[in-house]
């Protein structure tokens, strides 16, 4: 199966600072990338997502890099609000397959 | 309308015990999920089951059974209840289809605790 790390586990930042996530991959075949926001007492969210034929997608203050050489892709998130209080997951899935696997998780305390 | 709905959300039981958590889906999606996040927020497939296509994660105890009367509704059945089940349940939906994954959509989640 896909092997998904995901950096940092925690993340601090002052409002209206930017925050980035960062997450590595194994298999090469992976071809789809989703990440997903986790609110407490919530299930996770999909934020945004990106498909193997493109480098980066941006959606408001929210973007994704992908870079299938290195088999890493980041999630940026600009201007951050407290609302952005969460924790992320990067994910991956199985070569071949619909199943996702999904990072550890990283928790983003936004502080006003 | 609440697209995946899951019951209980609170489940508090004794050791040994057997127990199941109800997901049901209306968003007509093909596949369906249970996963568990447990305390350090780790989320791990458990399963998943496409029409008559189930999928089982290796990891999971056979004491843990999926069952789905229908496309709308996998339910998660649990034998022999033991401390280290306590966790978070998932059920999630998507209408993703093999070789394309697709969004996952979730539900709120029933918090199992085993005394």
Known sequence: GENVEQHPSTLSVQEGDSAVIKCTYSDSASNYFPWYKQELGKGPQLIIDIRSNVGEKKDQRIAVTLNKTAKHFSLHITETQPEDSAVYFCAAPWAGSYQLTFGKGTKLSVIP | ?115
């Open chain 2, 1 to 115: 309308d609440t697209a995946v709905s899951q019951t209980p959300k609170y489940l508090v039981t004794q050791m040994g015990n057997d127990k199941s958590i109800k997901c049901e889906q209306n968003l007509g999606h093909d596949t369906m999920y249970w996963y568990k996040q447990d305390s350090k927020k780790f989320l791990k497939i458990m399963f998943s089951y496409n029409n008559k296509e189930l999928i089982i994660n290796e990891t999971v105890p056979n004491r843990f059974s999926p069952k789905s009367p229908d496309k709308a509704h996998l339910n998660l059945h649990i034998n022999s209840l033991e401390l280290g089940d306590s966790a978070v349940y998932f059920c999630a939906s998507s209408q993703g289809v093999p070789m394309i994954p697709g969004e996952l959509f979730f539900g709120e989640g029933s918090r199992l605790t085993v005394l």
